[in-house]
């Protein structure tokens, strides 16, 4: 039986790259969207948050000069192509999926409205919501926070590919042990890289615990809304 009843699913650029490194790993997009339609079969209401970073990174293109506000509205961009990427792999394994984007544009997929969120909720469609906070200067971690606490979802899964949170990198300091749990207070005294200050703040402010997991391993989600120990709590 899950424990959850809504999630909030945060799945980053660098995922949806696979090995490829930059832009959408098709087989990786199948593989996230079965993951999907499985919790969905347990019953469990869904909401994704994209990123971006495998298309555009506003940060990285600010610090070679370009200016940080165009940049950003690049990255969001960005999230929005993922996003419909994600929406078709998902229909056609018989997910219902409505995209929802932060910025405008009405022709592509919906306007990010509460209430209307939630209502698609009810109605058991999974909910993309793309184009980030729709502000310049955030990340779409932070995006992924609001919603979650916007949506009131139980809890909200940030899917990496390494197992859960360390005490440092894994992939470069071999010696790197894994958290099981976790306070928000750690994360951020310790300045733990899963989340930005903002998002981890949001999620500590308004009691939203958080499970990092390796989205690799098979059915990490899946386990993880049955209770089972998968990566790291925070909360
Ligand atoms: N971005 C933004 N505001 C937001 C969310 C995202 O400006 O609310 C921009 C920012 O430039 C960022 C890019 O979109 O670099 C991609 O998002 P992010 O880096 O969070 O994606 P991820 O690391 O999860 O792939």
Redesign the pocket.
């Known amino acids: 039986m899950p424990r959850f009843k809504r999630i909030l699913l945060?799945?980053?650029?660098?995922?949806?790259a696979g090995s490829k490194g930059y832009g959408i790993d098709e087989d990786v997009l199948n593989t996230l969207a079965a993951e999907i339609a499985d919790v969905r079969k347990a019953g469990v209401e869904v909401g994704v948050v994209?990123?971006?970073?495998?298309?555009?990174?506003?940060?990285?293109?600010?610090s070679r000069g370009m200016d940080?506000v165009a940049?950003?509205?690049?990255?969001?961009?960005?999230?929005v192509i993922?996003a419909l990427a994600m929406q078709d792999t998902l229909e056609k394994k018989g997910v219902v999926t409505r995209v929802m984007t932060?910025i405008r544009m009405e022709e592509v997929a919906e306007p990010y409205i509460r209430r209307r969120a939630l209502r698609h909720f009810e109605k058991g469609r999974t909910v993309i919501f793309a184009?980030?906070?729709?502000?310049?200067?955030?990340?779409?971690?932070?995006?992924a926070a609001l919603r979650a606490i916007q949506m009131k979802a139980d809890v909200i899964i940030k899917a990496t590919s390494v197992d859960g949170i360390y005490t440092a990198d894994p992939k470069k300091d071999r010696t790197a042990t894994l958290y099981e749990r976790l306070s928000y207070r750690d994360v951020i005294v310790q300045n733990l890289a899963v989340m930005d200050q903002t998002a981890i703040t949001l999620c500590a402010e308004n009691s939203l615990p958080l499970i990092v997991l390796n989205i690799q391993r098979r059915r990490a989600v899946a386990d993880a809304i049955c209770g089972a120990r998968v990566g790291t709590i925070v909360q």
């Open positions: 945060k799945l980053s650029g660098e995922i949806l994209l990123g971006g970073g495998n298309i555009f990174r506003g940060l990285a293109a600010a940080r940049a950003d509205y690049m990255g969001m961009l960005g999230t993922n932060a184009g980030g906070t729709g502000n310049p200067y955030f990340s779409t971690d932070t995006a």
